[in-house]
């Protein structure tokens, strides 16, 4: 088995690509060793004492890492863990499937008008085929979390959260081509 690496616009992660499916469904992201303890493969990477994020995307797994860690010391190491946990066919949860343990995005939504309904359904829609997608190959996952008067509320996760130029990709990416599509958005905010 063979793991690729590649670099994301955070220079704190780097994502790994197994070459096979790493969620079902869905993504999780794991921000700290005790929510971690629900995957094995989690845990383990937390292990190493350095990290400080573990992002599960459909085919790649991100890792974060402190400020001032060297990738060049840290990256044998999280191969190393990938390689034994994919290769031995270990689950990636416990105590049940993916869906079982993870939180589905809807479930943090704040509530949206129903009188807003159909912009709302425009906006998720332009989310999940044209944002989605691309925050993926960067190595994260972005969240719908509402649509409030005008103001667009999502949630950046993996790579994209904490990046230095998540604010630059939200107000001049994400923001701009909402803008564009639905007349209605005035704001995308970070959540």
């Not at 989690?42 to 459909?58: E, M, N």
């Not at 939180?103 to 509530?111: N, T």
């Not at 990046?163 to 564009?180: D, M, V």
Request: proline share 7%.
């Amino acid at each position: 088995m063979f793991i690729e690496t590649e670099t994301t616009p955070n220079p704190a992660t780097l994502k790994f690509l197994p070459g096979r499916q790493v969620m079902p469904s869905g993504t999780r992201e794991f921000t700290d060793p005790d929510a971690a303890e629900v995957s094995p493969l989690a845990s383990a990477l937390f292990s190493l004492g350095d990290v400080t994020g573990v992002f599960f995307g459909s085919d790649f797994v991100s890792v974060s890492v402190a400020p001032g860690v060297q990738w060049a010391d840290l990256k044998p190491q999280v191969v190393a863990i990938l390689l034994d946990h994919f290769v031995s066919g270990a689950p990636l949860f416990t105590g049940g499937d993916a869906g079982d343990i993870a939180v589905p995005a809807e479930d943090a939504d704040m509530g949206d008008d129903p009188a807003d309904a159909d912009v709302v359904a425009q906006i998720r829609e332009l989310i999940e085929t044209r944002v989605r997608p691309a925050v993926a190959g960067d190595g994260g996952d972005i969240i719908y979390r509402g649509f409030r008067e005008g103001v667009v509320f999502l949630t950046m996760q993996g790579a994209c959260a904490g990046c230095p130029s998540s604010t630059q990709t939200l107000k001049h990416g994400i923001e701009g081509l909402l803008k564009h599509y639905v007349p209605e958005v005035t704001e995308v905010r970070a959540a």
